[in-house]
Nanobody, 115 residues
Framework: QVQVVESGGGLVRPGGSLRLSCAAS????????MGWHRQAPGKEREWVATITGLNSTHYADSAKGRFTISKDSSKMTIYLQMDNVTADDTAVYYC?????????WGQGTQVTVSS
C-alpha cells in the first residue's frame, strides 16, 4: 500500500522561507509524477507544482519565481522550497503521487504565513 507523508509545515513570517517534504513508500512503481497542491480556508484545492519522472518541473503562476520543487529519487521524496512567502500562501499543502491508474494523496501539512 502506498503511503504519502508530508512534513515541514509551520508558521513563517511574510518574506520568509519554508521547505516542505513529502516521502512516498509502499508500491512506488509506475510513478508518473509527484506534485504539490494547496487549499486555503474557504477555497478550492489548487495545483502548485509538479515534478515528473524525468525531472521536468511545472509551476502554477502563483508559484513561479518563488517556489522550487525538487526530488530525491533515492529517498522517494520530493520537496517544495517556498521563498518570499506571502499571506496568500497560507494553506494546507498536500502532496500527490500520480501513478498509472491511481493518485495517492497525503494528509496535508499546514503552512501559515503571518507576522
Amino acid at each position: 500500500q502506498v503511503q504519502v507523508v508530508e512534513s515541514g509545515g509551520g508558521l513563517v513570517r511574510p518574506g520568509g522561507s519554508l521547505r516542505l517534504s513529502c516521502a512516498a513508500s509502499g508500491i512506488t512503481l509506475s510513478i508518473d509524477s509527484m506534485g504539490w497542491h494547496r487549499q486555503a480556508p474557504g477555497k478550492e484545492r489548487e495545483w502548485v507544482a509538479t515534478i515528473t519522472g524525468l525531472n521536468s518541473t511545472h509551476y502554477a503562476d502563483s508559484a513561479k519565481g518563488r517556489f522550487t520543487i525538487s526530488k530525491d529519487s533515492s529517498k522517494m521524496t520530493i520537496y517544495l522550497q517556498m521563498d518570499n512567502v506571502t499571506a496568500d500562501d497560507t494553506a494546507v499543502y498536500y502532496c500527490v503521487l500520480h501513478r498509472i491508474g491511481a493518485d495517492d494523496w497525503g494528509q496535508g501539512t499546514q503552512v501559515t504565513v503571518s507576522s
